[in-house]
């Protein structure tokens, strides 16, 4: 029985020619028309990218454990490649959409993503991840819901809605890449939207409508650039009840600080005077305030918003504070990270501790960011398949950096990757040397972000960790001269990119990537190259490796 069992799932997978896909759970198909456009959301005109027309691009609205199918047309003039931020892609970084992990998708062709939606219940979007295509659209919300069997913790919302807020420029995206390449900075940006709108368009019809008594979820992301966002709803307080695919304990908050990077679900109850209301969205820690609105409206709404908008909060302290009151929530019975269990994280025993420091340098008189001293560039053979195929050495050197960073002379410009021994369970410390605030995300994981204070870290601070009931999460922000430490088991094999989600930074190399080899080249732990995987650079029309065993 168990034999025919087995040979019944191999067939399956033979047959799909995929070995990603788990042929009994429900598929959700999509095909992509990626093209440029133009839209006027701050009053000129300007060339965005568009999804099958539309800007924002469409949600992705799964539930755990659908078979997602994606065919992406690209019919931009540069090569392309979308990556879904958060989603953990389990044995199969071939789908990470990161030029690391897999040739981008060359102008008018097409590749098809195939991934497995998780339980990982929760709000997160994708966007572009190749040049600054992310800073012109191309992003869109994507939702995983909870299936029928697994409970939430909350009673269902009458209606969810997608609200994704981010800093915006008028420049097309090769005007922001030409400052870039000349070693110059996007500057500030032109304005925040809300959902791609922001001004007349966003004021003059409501975004969002609420009935009156009912309750409604509010998934709120920063698909940004470059700049936090405090997010607020006129009169109505916000119950949190999930980040990035936790659920929380459910505190209410008036405003949330939201990092670049970051998601939010929040639950709004309709329970004041029925007229219409601002939601606001406006900028942190800059020198100029930007604010963007939009209308929610009571469907028996007898007057507009009021122009008082609510005050945001100011300087960073409050921000901290507000990270610290972040729990995960330990009864509800959802879904857990992987591998069972861990989330006993504070019991495990770290293998190995490494520091990521970000900062910035000046190389032949242009800006390059870097990590541990050193600048990542993207060649023309992605990481992972110059590994696959068996020979990295002719793309990249492993572990460039160190893991305690000395000082550093002069950066170095290189590929940068790390490998980490799988199924091991490490501390990663990012520490912000520079007066900026900082993003990082990590593909491939979630993990426990257990800390975050003002100084440099040091081993005797492991004493403050919350080793109880830190969320899981794959975003974590670190202050201006400050330090943030996130734990992990890293169970996924495959090549992730570990970013900062700063579009600026990220571009003059301040991401890296980690390899996670499977010790077995075995299935179970990690999936073929999909069939349909391009080839490109070294690897060009070379035959696929032998495949990996059962
Ligand atoms: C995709 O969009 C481009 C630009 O709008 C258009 O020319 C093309 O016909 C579209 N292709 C499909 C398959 O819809
Ligand atoms: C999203 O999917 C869920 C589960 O299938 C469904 O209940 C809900 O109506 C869908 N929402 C939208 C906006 O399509
Ligand atoms: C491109 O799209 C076609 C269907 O229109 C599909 O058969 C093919 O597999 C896709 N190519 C890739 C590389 O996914
Ligand atoms: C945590 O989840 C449980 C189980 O669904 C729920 O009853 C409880 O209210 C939640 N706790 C908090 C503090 O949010
Ligand atoms: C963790 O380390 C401690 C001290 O070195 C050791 O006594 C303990 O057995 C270890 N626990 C596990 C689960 O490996
Ligand atoms: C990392 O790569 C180096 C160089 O190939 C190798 O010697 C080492 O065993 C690898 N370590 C892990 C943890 O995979």
Redesign the pocket.
């Known amino acids: 029985m168990v034999g025919r069992l087995a040979l019944v799932s191999l067939f399956c997978c033979l047959v799909a020619g995929l070995t990603v896909v788990n042929a009994e759970d429900p598929y959700l198909y999509y095909t992509w028309n990626v093209s440029y456009g133009t839209v006027t959301p701050l009053g000129v005109p300007q060339q965005v990218i568009l999804i099958n027309g539309q800007f924002p691009g469409p949600n992705i609205n799964s539930t755990s454990n659908n078979n997602v199918i994606v065919n992406v047309f690209n019919n931009l003039d540069e090569p392309f490649l979308l990556t879904w931020n958060g989603i953990q892609q389990r044995k199969n970084s071939w789908q990470d959409g990161t030029l690391g992990a897999q040739c981008p998708i060359a102008p008018g062709k097409n590749f098809t993503y195939h991934f497995q939606v998780k339980d990982q219940i929760g709000s997160y979007f994708y966007y572009p991840s190749t040049g600054v295509h992310r800073a012109v659209g191309g992003f869109g919300g994507l939702r995983v819901n909870s299936r029928l069997l697994i409970p939430v ?1 909350y009673l269902d919302p009458e209606d969810d809605y997608t609200v994704l807020i981010n800093d915006w420029y008028t420049k097309s995206h090769a005007q922001l890449k030409g400052l870039l390449d000349s070693g110059k900075l996007f500057g500030r940006p032109n304005g925040v939207l809300i959902n791609g709108k922001s001004g007349k368009e966003a004021n003059s019809a409501p975004l969002f409508t609420m009935k009156p008594g009912k309750t409604y979820k509010y998934r709120i992301c920063n698909v940004g650039m470059k700049t936090t966002l405090n997010f607020r709803i006129q009169g109505h307080p916000m119950k949190l009840v999930e980040m990035e695919g936790s ?1 929380v ?2 505190n209410v908050y008036e405003s949330l600080d939201v990092h670049v990077g970051q998601c939010y679900s929040v639950l709004v109850t309709a329970d004041k005077e029925p007229r219409d209301y601002y939601m606001v969205a406006s900028t942190r820690f800059t020198k100029k305030v930007q604010t963007a609105t939009g209308i929610i409206a009571y469907t028996n709404s007898n007057a507009p918003a009021s122009p008082v908008l609510p005050e945001a909060p100011v300087g960073w302290a409050w921000s901290l504070n507000q990270f610290r009151t972040f729990r995960w ?1 330990l ?3 959802a879904a857990r990270p992987n591998p069972q269990g861990s989330y006993h994280y504070g019991q495990i025993n770290i293998t190995r501790t490494i520091k990521i420091v970000n900062n910035n340098a000046k190389v032949g008189g242009k800006l390059r960011y870097t990590i541990n001293g050193v600048s990542h560039v993207d060649g023309a053979t992605p990481l992972k398949l110059a590994e696959y195929y068996g020979f990295p050495e002719k793309v990249f050197k492993y572990n460039i950096i160190k893991d305690d960073p000395v000082p550093e002379v002069a950066p170095i410009i290189a590929p940068n990757v790390a490998n980490i021994t799988f199924r091991t369970f490490v501390e990663v410390i990012f520490e912000n040397h520079e007066t900026t605030i900082q993003s990082w995300h990590l593909d491939g994981y979630s993990f426990f972000a257990v800390a975050m204070e003002p100084g440099k870290w040091t081993p005797e601070k492991r004493k403050n960790y919350n080793l109880l009931d830190g969320v899981s999460r794959h975003t974590i922000q670190v202050f201006p001269h400050s330090w943030s430490a996130v734990m992990l088991t890293f169970d996924n094999a495959g090549m992730w990119n570990l970013r900062s989600e700063l579009t600026e930074r990220r571009y003059l190399g301040q991401q890296m990537y980690i390899s996670v080899l499977s010790p077995e080249k075995s299935l179970r732990d990690e999936y073929n190259i999909p069939e349909n995987a391009e080839l490109c650079g070294l690897v060009t029309g070379l035959p696929k490796p032998q495949p990996y065993s059962i």
């Open positions: 913790p659920h304990v459910q929530n009864t509800a019975s």
